[in-house]
T-cell receptor, first 115, second 109 residues
Framework: GAVVSQHPSWVICKSGTSVKIECRSLDFQATTMFWYRQFPKQSLMLMATSNEGSKATYEQGVEKDKFLINHASLTLSTLTVTSAHPEDSSFYIC???????????FGPGTRLTVT | GQNIDQPTEMTATEGAIVQINCTYQTSGFNGLFWYQQHAGEAPTFLSYNVLDGLEEKGRFSSFLSRSKGYSYLLLKELQMKDSASYLCAASDSNYQLIWGAGTKLIIKP
């Protein structure tokens, strides 16, 4: 149990375009979802925390207008990278937690390359 | 402030034992996690400690001392597939995970 999927697993896009990444909890209700970014050889950086039905809480330094997060249901959260630039190229990972569990379950990640 | 410290890199021999240490300072504490991450993949859960002591799970064990703000992950009978980064993360008062930078473990034959 406790499976989280992400789609797409990798994406290449042109500079200036927008990219949407989906994160789904397949067999549990995710009251809270987290979005992380990881650059090569670095640790996970939390970008934002989203609770179902409410606005996401962004970490300091993360532009909320650039990284749009929607958590419209208990099983789906989306991250949209707007007007992507090459420096946004990274590994984006989501995780999900239900209200009764301490553990975060991670999705497989999405590798974004902006050319 | 909140801080997690763990060594950047460690090397060990196949079949041996290695201990990866982690010290933490957080605003409140709701447990200590260890995750394994292979290159290019997402982290996978290894262990969770919230009470002092040793938790054993097969070849992997994790220890916590809350009074010292200290944890370690012990890997026994090392296998080549254990080569990965090991991430220590502490859960703060808001149940947010504060992540360490990860320890890259290199296993040599």
């Amino acid at each position: 149990g406790a499976v989280v999927s992400q789609h797409p697993s990798w994406v290449i896009c042109k500079s200036g375009t927008s990219v949407k990444i989906e994160c789904r909890s397949l067999d549990f209700q995710a009251t809270t979802m987290f979005w992380y970014r990881q650059f090569p050889k670095q640790s996970l950086m939390l970008m934002a925390t989203s609770n179902e039905g409410s606005k996401a809480t962004y970490e300091q330094g993360v532009e909320k207008d650039k990284f749009l997060i929607n958590h419209a249901s208990l099983t789906l959260s989306t991250l949209t990278v707007t007007s992507a630039h090459p420096e946004d190229s990274s590994f984006y990972i989501c995780s999900a937690r239900d209200s009764s569990d301490y553990e975060q379950y991670f999705g497989p990640g999405t590798r974004l390359t902006v050319t | 402030g909140q801080n997690i410290d763990q060594p950047t890199e460690m090397t060990a021999t196949e079949g041996a034992i290695v201990q990866i240490n982690c010290t933490y300072q957080t605003s409140g504490f709701n447990g200590l996690f260890w995750y394994q991450q292979h290159a290019g993949e997402a982290p996978t859960f290894l262990s969770y400690n919230v009470l002092d002591g040793l938790e054993e799970k097969g070849r992997f064990s994790s220890f916590l001392s809350r009074s010292k703000g200290y944890s370690y992950l012990l890997l026994k009978e090392l296998q080549m597939k254990d080569s990965a980064s090991y991430l220590c993360a502490a859960s703060d008062s808001n149940y947010q995970l504060i992540w360490g930078a990860g320890t890259k473990l290199i296993i040599k034959p």
